[in-house]
């Protein structure tokens, strides 16, 4: 008897876990349940044909893995643009953005061809080899759409953008950040305890200047993630170490938030112990809730340092509360993740012990988060929003 019951105690509470039951924090959006029974929702595919104008030659673009998703609503659907890399090779093989449909959210129809890819233009030398990686979509009032993606040329990768009104025809508007900052992620910065908060000290390739992840801060409206102005300009989370912030008066020439020395400040940092222990990075653009700016965040486990309970080095993700009157006060955030590596297609890929947040969405009276998983596929969780 004893031992049934054991049983029957333990499979309660591993469930309980697995759906994250519990919220951490009031404000947070969840609890999130992965939708088993359609994931992963994308994986690669040898049909995609694709001629490189760059090559000159016939590749098959998404091949190797698909991952990173942006998501966004329009004409009731749901709309994806993912990072899809062709094959292996220097730079891993190069990343383009392709495009894919779906009435539920859960089935998606792809495009045939990638709807951003590195081509002979004067930003080329920005994306040769590594391709563009990482977008994330928002909309303005009159219906463009801005993407924030990571140019990477194999050595730096430059927070880039790009504008379209119909989804399918993007005009590449360049590197985010014109004006020269001084680099800081090569200092070491320490945190309240004296503990450095900074990893990438002796890392060469972060020795040079390197910037991605721009999330912009939206108002979520029936569906639609609009750029939202607080204090009359629009504001963007970025950065993949702690995480900066910039404003904007029209989404295009940002400005980053500065020190009067010229630094940088971390909006949020970095924490010993923590799951969020080695990197911080934002996830999809952030919301605009009842309590403040809510910020989905992509965080990496230290593996010396981080939270011993979660895989060494795993990404995970988290949520983060900002305020309304100061977009750059960091007023909670949680301390466990909210969505860990599980699945062997999360635990195994091409980098193992990932889930990568990028798109998030409000559709058919859900919220639905889409993720890279181990960087080879895409995953949907979702929360069901009750009245
Ligand atoms: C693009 O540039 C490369 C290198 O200069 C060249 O080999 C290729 O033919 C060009 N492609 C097109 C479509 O013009
Ligand atoms: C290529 O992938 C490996 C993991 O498979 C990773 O460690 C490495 O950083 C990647 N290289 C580049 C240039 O992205
Ligand atoms: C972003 O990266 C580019 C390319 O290395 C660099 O020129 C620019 O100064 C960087 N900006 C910031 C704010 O780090
Ligand atoms: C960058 O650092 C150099 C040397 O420390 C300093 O002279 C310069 O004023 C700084 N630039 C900015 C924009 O803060």
């Known amino acids: 008897m004893k031992f049934y019951a054991l049983i029957i105690l333990t499979i309660i509470i591993t469930t309980a876990c697995d759906s994250n039951d519990q919220k951490e924090k009031k404000w947070m959006i969840g609890p999130f349940v992965k939708v088993d029974s359609v994931n992963p929702i994308l994986t690669p595919s040898k049909d995609g044909e694709f001629f490189c104008p760059v090559t000159n030659k016939i590749i098959f673009w998404e091949a190797k893995d698909v991952f990173n998703p942006a998501a966004l609503v329009r004409k009731e659907k749901v709309v994806l643009f993912y990072r899809a890399e062709d094959f292996k090779g220097k730079d891993n093989g190069t990343s383009r953005i392709g495009m894919a449909e779906s ?26 080899t590594g391709g563009i990686e990482d977008p994330r979509v928002v909309e303005d009032e009159k219906g463009n759409y801005y993407m924030t993606y990571s140019s990477f040329d194999g050595n730096v990768a430059r927070l880039c953008l790009a504008k379209s009104c119909d989804l399918k025809n993007w005009e590449k508007l360049g590197p985010v950040f014109k004006n020269k900052i001084n680099f800081s992620f090569d ?6 305890k004296g503990m450095l908060t900074k990893k990438y000290v002796n890392n060469q390739r972060r020795k040079a200047y390197w ?15 609009i750029a939202a102005k607080i204090n009359s300009k629009y504001w963007m989370y970025w950065g993949d170490s702690n995480i900066f912030l910039a404003s904007s008066d029209n989404l295009i020439n940002w400005e980053i938030l500065c020190n009067s020395k010229g630094d940088m400040i971390p909006v ?31 965080s990496k486990n230290d593996e010396k340092t981080g939270d011993p309970l979660i895989g060494k080095n795993a990404y995970c993700a988290g949520q983060a509360l900002f305020s309304m009157d100061d977009p750059s006060n960091l007023i909670d955030r949680c301390d466990t993740s909210f969505l860990k590596p599980e699945r ?37 969780a979702e929360c069901i929003i009750k009245k």
């Open 211 to 225: 910037n991605k992840s721009g999330a912009i801060v939206c108002n979520v409206k029936e569906g639609k993630n």
């Open 103 to 128: 009435t539920d959210g859960y089935h998606f129809i792809r495009n045939k061809k990638p709807i951003l890819f590195p081509d002979n233009d004067s930003l080329n030398v920005y994306e040769w």
């Open 268 to 298: 949020m940092k970095t924490r010993i112990g923590f799951f969020d222990s080695y990197l911080v990075e934002p996830g999809p653009p952030a919301i605009i809730v009842e309590q403040g700016i809510l910020l989905i965040y992509n």
């Open 187 to 192: 200092k070491i910065e320490r945190d309240e």
């Open 344 to 380: 062997p297609y999360e635990i195994e890929g091409q980098i193992n012990q990932v889930c990568f947040v990028e798109g998030l969405v409000n559709f058919n009276e859900k919220w639905l988060i889409y993720y890279g998983t181990a960087d080879s596929k895409i995953a949907v």
